[in-house]
């Protein structure tokens, strides 16, 4: 077989990631998944100790999913609409506000409510990897988004590690720091530049 035989990407060699580009959407993602992972080991003591069985923590989590599943689609188009960046910066705001009303929930109903909204915000993932196709070259583009995927346990092995830390000194303790570090996030969401999928919204 012959170079001229093979297909154009793999003579012309992989391309090299513009980590500029990759960069703030790595940090959005993996800010995100350790604000989700911090909730998990505490959560079902946390409703325990506001009177809810393990009935209750199972629609707790099967609300958190089901807006999930409702929101990512969504999320999605609008983000074909409005632009990657600000579904970004939306849904990482939304996410600290539930994080923080979690925190300071004074009963389950409030549990649920800031559970369904982190699930709604959790679409911002399919925001990310459409940036993340609209910014890469085809070349490279498997490598970025396991990049990004891999932020995504990153942010989950961070977040849980830490929140089994500080349960130890109250069951809130952990949804307090995280939710301020999403709030963080937008800076990082603000980063993100407008581009062929974006071009509707400039920064």
């Known amino acids: ?25 790595f940090l959005v993602v993996s800010i995100y998944a350790a604000g989700m992972a911090a909730v998990l080991p505490v959560l079902p003591f946390y409703i325990r100790e506001m009177g809810g069985s393990p009935l209750v923590l199972g629609i707790v989590i099967a609300t958190e999913a089901f807006s999930q599943f409702s929101a990512a689609p969504v999320l999605g188009q609008l983000s074909d609409h409005f632009g990657r960046k600000r579904i970004l910066l939306a849904s990482q705001i939304v996410g600290a506000v539930s994080l923080l009303l979690l925190a300071s929930a004074p009963n389950v109903f409030f549990i649920v409510l800031a559970r369904a909204l982190f699930g709604m915000t959790a679409g911002n993932l399919s925001a990310a990897m459409a940036y993340i196709a609209d910014h890469s070259d085809p070349r490279n583009r498997r490598q970025a988004i396991g990049i990004l995927t891999g932020g995504v346990g990153l942010g989950g092995i961070v977040g849980a590690g830490l929140s089994g830390l500080l349960s130890d ?20 969401a603000a980063k993100v530049k407008s581009g062929p999928g974006t071009a509707c919204v400039a920064p």
């Open 169 to 188: 000194t109250s069951l809130t303790a952990p949804k307090t720091p995280f939710g301020g570090s999403v709030m963080l996030a937008p800076s990082q």
């Open 1 to 25: 077989m012959t170079a001229a035989s093979l297909p154009e990407d793999m003579t012309s060699g992989t391309k090299m990631l513009d980590w500029r580009l990759i960069l703030p959407v």
